[in-house]
């Protein structure tokens, strides 16, 4: 389904994002995943040799948050790969704290890493992709994007500003043939959520219509949809794949 494309997947060592790229590089993708730091990297791209010692992939790990950077690090894969088809932002950080014991630095530094460093890969990909006719930007926002969450302000202000910039860079892009879609996962079963406790999980599991919790792949495979040609006039969607979870 991505026979030849070049994609970037952000938060691509472990969790939703490793899955995709390994969806990605099964689907005929070449692919460069971002990490946070050089060892989790090495350890994603052992991992993957190790099923298939032939996959296109390289692993860097810029700062996500730093304008500069990105600039380098994007004109770089352009340099390498000679195009940039799908860009997906997906790096993330989530966070539980009552509004009352807030630290306004734990707010921005949430917002950085969801928005500000979906912003600025966007924008240098979207220089790339306009450049050569046209590319697919995906977002990876949440369920609580839909619903909000009890505590945690800063992780689901961030997910509605995924939402909003999704929409709207949709709308400014099109025009360049650029689509931007994202998907709204539920409780996704990465290891945040494989080590809860069974007392924790079987109630939240009671909520969830379909029975279960989301295995990454449920999201990797909505994310190779949406960047395929299939969803050629899809954009500006946030496609929620949760189960029918209701928060
Ligand atoms: P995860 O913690 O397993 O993976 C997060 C990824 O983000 C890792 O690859 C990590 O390297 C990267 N990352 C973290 N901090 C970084 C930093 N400072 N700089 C660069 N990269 C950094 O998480 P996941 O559950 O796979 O989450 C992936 C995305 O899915 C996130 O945007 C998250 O908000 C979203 N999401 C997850 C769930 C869930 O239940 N797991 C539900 C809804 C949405």
Redo the contacts with the bound molecule.
């Keep these: 389904m991505l026979k030849g494309k070049v994609a970037v997947v ?9 899955a995709t790229v390994k969806t990605y590089l099964d689907n005929g993708a070449k692919v460069v995943l ?3 730091r050089q060892e ?1 990297v090495d350890k994603a791209l052992k991992e993957l040799m190790e099923e298939n010692k032939d996959y296109p992939v390289k692993g860097m ?1 810029p ?2 948050t730093n304008e500069e950077e990105i600039k380098k690090v994007f004109a770089e894969i352009k340099e390498e790969f000679g195009s940039l088809d799908i860009l997906v932002n ?5 966070a539980r704290d009552s509004l009352y014991d807030y630290k306004l630095s734990d707010f921005e530094k949430i917002m950085d ?2 928005v500000v ?1 979906a912003f600025n890969c966007s924008k240098e990909a979207a220089k790339i992709m306009k450049e050569q006719g046209g590319g697919v930007i995906l977002n ?5 994007s839909i619903y909000g969450q009890s505590a945690g302000s800063g992780y689901p202000a961030s ?1 509605f500003a995924i939402n909003g910039l999704t929409k709207s860079l949709a709308r400014e892009l099109g025009r360049d043939n650029i689509r931007v879609n994202a998907v ?5 079963k ?4 494989a080590a809860l406790p069974d007392e924790m999980i079987k109630p939240l599991i009671a909520t969830i219509p379909l029975g279960r919790v ?1 295995e ?1 792949e449920d999201i990797a495979n909505a994310l190779l949809f949406l960047a395929s040609d299939m969803a050629s006039y899809v954009t500006g969607a946030i496609l929620s794949v949760d189960g029918a979870a209701m928060s």
């Design positions: 952000t938060g691509g060592t472990r969790g939703i994002g490793f971002f990490g946070s989790t790990h700062d996500l997906n790096a993330g950080i989530s890493l969801n460093a990876t926002s949440s369920m609580v997910k709204a996962p539920g409780v996704t990465t290891d945040m959520v989301g990454p």
